[in-house]
């Protein structure tokens, strides 16, 4: 649950943890065992996490107990503090939360309420006369505090109710059916719409319910993501794949592998929903055919029927490493990096976005270990990588389990190969020119300071990150225009930043 936590968090703020121990009564050493895994715990996640030092030690077939009388009085000091945290209208968040909300959650038949009926209503029962503006602010608060659920101009006052009644039926395949009803775990509004009522008469719910309401909301929490032809995808329910050789068969016509992989090491996972996300946005930006499974997605891109290529992302069980590898037929070396490069970009725009607090590394397959289709595959971290680079084109060498020796160069492993993914010779002057460059490129040509903030340096994705750029500046101003205001940016910095492009420059 730490691990989980930790991958969702940005850095904006430390969230409080308090720890509990089941089956005190078993144990006559029980408190020093659990001071122990509390020291443990706090020195693993001190920096993201405010572990408490209170932790409590219980017998949980004594509900009145001393220890759980005291936890309980802990949590409703701790939930008190966090409601009134907001220096700025403690006042009025706290008889919201503990007095006008609770009386909603009974009153309520509808489960959502319009944002501006809930402001009149805030404002007629505790604040007559208040700012509407500030009554928002209040509602934005307790919605960060989760008391209340909002999603644009609608909120939940009762989120025990949208977890029992909407989020935990949909999400489960055996109550809503969805294995029978969406196997590739897709469905259009009419079917969730059908599902979702179905749950709710077979458990005799007399609710009104809004379904467009409950989809954005789903939407928005991260369960499911809306895609072009207004089908909702729900990558939870996509069926695991039992046999992947099945899908990623040897064939004699794939001669060109190239392997990346993105790691983390214990305690640290990506985030539960990381991988989801990956998956529909791979569909939205590369290609929307791509056969998906729990975990797993293959991704196609073909430019002409002799260039071809595909790429096979799957994450382990252990939410710990996400393998790329992609191939294709020979002379393929170019797109099938381009490929890598693509899908490798899509998952870090998602991690940084659903798995923040996920620190990673990366590594290099094997291309003898991915071409023979092996389950356990060599890995050369980045650091052998730039050993080899100053040593010349000597080989990688690792020894795997069972004592195999696995033998494989730089060539092999493409990355000496320069990624060519657009024809233009401007694009590949500034793409060639240097990552200790890019940044003063990005200066002159005029991107913002969270684009160029976007570019990460540390990562092997920067020029897949910097091309994208590139590419909207195309889009934007056309081919002619764009290739104008880089060749301008290139010759407007100084040597010898510009002397590292002006050989390809001037062969135009």
Same mark, same amino acid.
């Given at each position: 649950y730490l691990s989980f936590l930790r991958a969702s968090l940005d850095g904006k703020f430390i969230p409080t943890v308090m720890m509990a121990a089941s089956h005190g009564e078993s144990f006559s050493n029980g408190q020093r065992l659990l001071q122990r895994v509390v020291g443990h715990m706090r020195d693993l996640f001190c920096e993201m996490i405010n572990i408490t030092e209170e932790s409590f030690l219980l017998d949980c077939r004594k509900s009145r107990s001393p220890e759980m009388k005291q936890l309980k009085r802990f949590l409703k000091q701790e939930r008190k503090k966090f409601v009134e945290s907001d220096v700025r209208y403690p006042r009025l968040c706290e008889p919201v939360a503990n007095k006008l909300l609770p009386t909603l959650r009974e009153q309520q038949e509808d489960p959502f309420i319009e944002t501006q009926e809930l402001v009149q209503i805030i404002e007629k029962e505790e604040c007559p006369g208040q700012d509407k503006e500030i009554i928002k602010k209040v509602i934005d608060f307790l919605d960060e505090a989760g008391e209340v659920v909002r999603v644009d101009n609608v909120v939940s006052v009762n989120p025990c109710w949208l977890s029992q009644y909407a989020i935990g039926?949909?999400? @489960? &395949?055996?109550?809503?059916?969805?294995?029978? +009803? @969406? &196997?590739?775990?897709?469905?259009?509004?009419? +079917? @969730?719409?059908?599902?979702?009522?179905?749950?709710?008469?077979?458990?005799?719910?007399?609710?009104?319910?809004?379904?467009?309401?409950?989809?954005k909301m789903l939407e928005d929490l991260g369960f499911c993501m809306k895609l072009e032809d207004g089908s909702y995808m729900f990558p939870a329910h996509l069926s695991p794949l039992k046999h992947l050789c099945e899908m990623w068969k040897k064939e004699e016509d794939k001669k060109v592998y190239v392997g990346r992989r993105h790691f983390c090491s214990s305690p640290f996972i990506f985030s539960l929903s990381a991988f989801g996300f990956f998956q529909c946005q791979a569909c939205v930006e590369i290609d929307k055919l791509a056969r998906m499974w729990r975990n797993v997605i293959i991704v196609t891109k073909a430019e002409s029927v002799s260039s071809y290529a595909e790429c096979l992302v799957t994450m382990d069980k252990h939410l710990r490493a996400v393998d790329f590898v992609a191939r294709g037929r020979e002379g393929s070396e170019s797109q099938c990096l381009s490929l890598l490069n693509d899908v490798i970009r899509v998952w870090e725009d998602i991690v940084d976005k659903h798995s923040p607090g996920t620190p990673y590394q990366t590594g290099y397959?094997?291309?003898?270990?991915?071409?023979?289709h092996k389950e356990q595959i060599a890995v050369y971290s980045e650091e052998d990588i730039n050993d080899s680079k100053k040593r010349g084109p000597s080989a990688l060498v690792r020894v795997v389990s069972g004592g195999e020796e696995v033998v494989d160069t730089l060539q092999d492993l493409l990355v000496l190969l320069p990624v060519q993914p657009e024809s233009s010779k401007v694009?590949?002057?500034?793409?060639?020119?240097?990552?200790?460059?890019?940044?003063?490129?990005?200066?002159?040509?005029?991107?913002?300071?969270?684009?160029?903030?976007?570019?990460?340096?540390?990562?092997?994705?920067?020029?897949?990150?910097?091309?994208?750029?590139?590419?909207?500046?195309i889009n934007r101003d056309g081919q002619e225009k764009a290739e104008e205001t880089l060749l301008k940016a290139c010759r407007t910095i100084p040597d010898p930043i510009y002397g590292g492009v002006r050989d390809e420059l001037q062969q135009l």
């Open positions: 039926p949909v999400m @489960a &395949p055996h109550e809503m059916r969805w294995h029978a +009803e @969406a &196997p590739d775990g897709r469905m259009t509004r009419e +079917e @969730a719409e059908k599902a979702i009522k179905q749950y709710l008469h077979d458990h005799k719910l007399r609710i009104r319910l809004n379904v467009d309401t409950v989809l397959l094997s291309r003898k270990h991915i071409t023979e694009v590949q002057a500034v793409l060639n020119c240097g990552q200790d460059k890019w940044y003063e490129l990005g200066v002159a040509m005029g991107f913002t300071d969270a684009d160029i903030n976007s570019l990460s340096f540390d990562k092997p994705s920067m020029s897949g990150k910097l091309l994208a750029l590139i590419r909207e500046r």
